[in-house]
């Protein structure tokens, strides 16, 4: 259903260290940098954009969930993510109030957003 989507930042140069360092696990990359705006994919097109804050007044908490292939991805996404500093909102775990194979890790990234990695995956 999504094409892309695209956050502002604050900083956009301590966003693009997160995201490199815990998307790296989810096996995303920078496709696209042009400076402060970064193009995160799977493939050949970026479907994650970060850029600087340039519109709007405050700041409104988003939720992003990124798909894990395996728990064990969604592992390295929460150790990748607290060695950046981030902070934990929640430790990966199962969930099974969502489904009985949910298994996510919940952290802020630099600007305090809700930051996901979710495996629905038994194993």
Do not use: K
Not at 9 to 30: I, K, N
Not at 104 to 113: E, K, L, M, S, T
Request: net charge negative; aromatic share 12%.
């Amino acid at each position: 259903m999504l094409d892309h989507i695209a956050i502002q930042c604050a900083d956009a140069a301590a966003s693009a260290h997160f995201y490199d360092e815990v998307l790296r696990p989810l096996g995303a990359v920078r496709l696209m940098d042009f400076g402060e705006v970064v193009g995160y994919g799977l493939g050949s097109q970026p479907v994650f954009w970060i850029g600087p804050l340039d519109s709007g007044d405050g700041f409104r908490e988003s939720h992003i969930a990124f798909s894990a292939s395996s728990r064990s991805a969604v592992q390295a996404f929460f150790s990748a993510a607290v060695a950046t500093g981030a902070p934990v909102l929640h430790e990966p775990r199962l969930w099974p109030e969502y489904h009985e194979n949910y298994f996510g890790a919940f952290v802020r990234d630099p600007d305090g957003n809700n930051i996901e990695a979710v495996c629905h995956l038994s194993e």
